[in-house]
């Protein structure tokens, strides 16, 4: 199975544009961000227009403006539970049962400690209450995958392994043991191991070959999800033909690895 994101970081075209042009070239599964941004097409609208188009949404990628305030004493970070805790609920009622989260933003956050753990704690039980997975994204600091993981003991808790970040920020340096059986989806893209360039797979630096054997021992059998961004200097092309040439990166990752697996 392979996926793509809705991106709203698209710098030419609106998402129902990129929506159709998804559609267009194959893909059949897809994430929303849902970050309760005052975009002209809202993210519900986004959404119903997916669907409308039979797209299945594999999970939902909620927000994280100021998320690094989780982790300190305060108003702004107790906030955080009830926000997430409503997302949820919308998800619910979305019948999206995944949800894919961020523990930190930027490049500097406080040090993970009891005050964010007791938050995270309390979204996850009420995610677990609704039927939702949890899955905490490898942002660009290193260590807060490891201390959920170690502390939180809920079932309904993971990872999205993201390999931009992967690549870039933690240098392909990640102990992989411990995710064993908590990859719970994925955002492939790719980069020169500097910077989130957000590039299609196989024009950048990642070694896809390696990524994929880690990917299946961790015993990951999810889609191949594609976070491709309509930006940059793909922008010079048609937006089709970009999501076109995702598609079929994608189809060259899953044939990995089915002839890995096999």
């Known amino acids: 199975m392979i996926a793509v994101t809705i991106s709203n970081a698209h710098q030419k075209g609106t998402p129902i544009d990129l929506i159709n042009s998804i559609k267009e070239v194959g893909f059949e599964h897809v994430f929303v961000e849902w970050y309760n941004k005052d975009w002209e097409i809202s993210q519900q609208q986004q959404l119903d227009y997916v669907r409308k188009l039979g797209l299945n949404v594999i999970f939902a990628h909620l927000g994280y403006q100021k998320i690094n305030n989780i982790w300190l004493e305060g108003e702004a970070g107790e906030g955080f539970v009830e926000r997430y805790k409503n997302d949820l609920k919308l998800c619910r009622e979305n019948g999206i049962d995944l949800v894919c989260m961020h523990l930190t933003s930027k490049s500097e956050a406080p040090a993970p400690n009891e005050i964010g753990l007791a938050r995270f704690q309390k979204i996850a039980d009420y995610a677990k209450e609704l039927g939702i997975k949890i899955a905490f994204e490898n942002t660009k600091i290193k260590g ?8 939180i003991k809920n079932d309904n808790v993971g990872i999205c392994l993201d390999s931009g970040h992967l690549h870039a920020h933690f240098k392909d340096e990640l102990d ?5 059986d908590k990859i719970f989806c994925v955002h492939l893209h790719d980069n020169h191991g500097e910077k989130d360039e957000h590039l299609i797979p196989f024009e950048g630096t990642i070694d896809w070959d390696w990524l994929m054997d880690k990917l299946i021992s961790c015993n990951y059998k999810g ?3 594609m976070e491709l961004v ?7 092309q048609d937006m089709t033909e970009f999501y076109k040439k995702g598609y079929e990166a994608g189809q060259r990752l899953e044939k990995m690895m089915e002839e890995k697996t096999a």
């Open 144 to 151: 807060y995958q490891e201390y959920i993981l170690k502390n």
């Open 176 to 180: 992989f043991d411990l995710l064993k």
């Open 223 to 225: 889609p191949i999800t």
């Open 230 to 236: 309509y930006q940059n200097h793909y922008i010079e």
